[in-house]
Nanobody, 117 residues
Framework: QVQLVESGGGLVQAGGSLRLSCAAS????????MGWFRQAPGKERGLIAR???????YYADSGKGRFIISRDNARNTVFLQMNGLNPEDTAVYYC???????????WGQGTQVTVSS
């Protein structure tokens, strides 16, 4: 079992930045794919980016250019640096851990990000 706790969300003005953190416990994230997702009101949850322990990353269209996923295996933590935020980025952001590509087995409770215009 992996327990995930997100933090770092909040209210930010358009054009601002936030850095989300996801602290894992139970098992080391070094053996897992880690991903960030978001769900806006009335919309489905969608992938932003995922990260392999070896350093490879994949960004969905929603994460390209402005968001950066990274991890610190020693701290058992994954990060999402978000820059140039706009109101369309308002959503609940979730981190997740998976043992294979495309299959995320463990989820955090989410952290709210609200971007004001």
């Amino acid at each position: 079992q992996v327990q995930l706790v997100e933090s770092g969300g909040g209210l930010v003005q358009a054009g601002g930045s936030l850095r989300l953190s996801c602290a894992a416990s139970g098992r080391t994230i070094a053996y897992y794919f880690m991903g960030w997702f978001r769900q806006a009101p009335g919309k489905e949850r969608g992938l932003i980016a995922r990260n392999w322990s070896g350093g490879r990353t994949y960004y969905a269209d929603s994460g390209k250019g402005r968001f950066i996923i990274s991890r610190d295996n020693a701290r058992n933590t994954v990060f999402l640096q978000m820059n140039g935020l706009n109101p369309e980025d308002t959503a609940v952001y979730y981190c997740a851990a998976g043992s294979s590509v495309g299959k995320f087995d463990y989820w955090g409770q989410g952290t709210q990000v609200t971007v004001s215009s």
